[in-house]
C-alpha cells in the first residue's frame, strides 16, 4: 500500500548525494572567496557561497527549510572573516524573503529569478557592510557598489552551475 509521504519524510528517503551536494557546493562557494590568493583594497569578488545558496533556492525551492540559512551562514562567516552572525541573520531573512514571495506567485520565469537575486544579493551585501559599519569599519557604502553589480551579473552562471550539479545529483 502506498503511503503518503510528506516532505521531511521525502527528504530522509533521498540517497547521501541527493542532500549533500548543494550543502557541499555552498560551502565550498563560501570557502572559494578565503581560499583564492586574492588581496583588495575593497571588496570586489563575489560573495560565491551567496550565489551558490540563491541559485540552489531559486532552483530547488523544496529542497531546503529556513532553518538551513544558519548552519550555512555559520559556515560562511567562519570561512570567509566576517563578523560572526552576520551571513546566519542575512541568509535566514533572505530565506524568508523567498519563502513569502513563492508563496505569492505560482511559477517564476527566468528573470524574475534574476530580479529576485538582484534584490536579495544587494540586501546581503548592503547588510553585511552596514553590520561591518556597525564595528567601525566599512566605509563608505559606494565601496561595496561594484561588488553588488558584479555578483548581480554573476548569478546567472551560478544557477546554470547548481542546475548542473542538480542534474548529476539526481542521476
Not at 21 to 44: H, I, N
Not at 133 to 158: D, N
Amino acid at each position: 500500500m502506498n503511503a503518503i509521504r510528506t516532505p521531511d519524510e521525502a527528504i530522509v528517503a533521498l540517497p547521501a548525494r541527493a542532500w549533500i551536494v548543494p550543502v557541499a557546493s555552498t560551502v565550498a562557494g563560501s570557502a572559494v572567496t578565503a581560499l583564492l590568493p586574492y588581496v583588495a583594497l575593497s571588496p570586489s569578488l563575489p560573495p560565491f557561497g551567496l550565489l551558490m545558496l540563491l541559485g540552489w533556492r531559486l532552483l530547488r525551492p523544496e529542497l531546503w527549510r529556513v532553518w538551513v540559512a544558519l548552519p550555512l551562514g555559520l559556515a560562511d562567516d567562519l570561512l570567509t572573516g566576517r563578523p560572526p552572525g552576520s551571513a546566519m541573520t542575512l541568509w535566514t531573512l533572505l530565506f524568508l524573503m523567498l519563502d513569502m514571495v513563492d508563496s505569492r506567485f505560482l511559477w517564476r520565469d527566468h528573470w524574475q529569478d534574476w530580479l529576485l537575486a538582484a534584490v536579495s544579493i544587494a540586501f546581503a551585501i548592503a547588510g553585511g557592510w552596514a553590520i561591518a559599519a556597525f564595528q567601525g569599519g566599512g566605509g563608505t557604502i559606494w565601496v561595496v557598489m561594484p561588488q553588488i553589480v558584479m555578483t548581480i551579473f554573476c548569478f546567472p552562471l551560478a544557477e546554470r552551475l547548481c542546475a548542473a550539479l542538480d542534474r548529476w545529483r539526481l542521476r
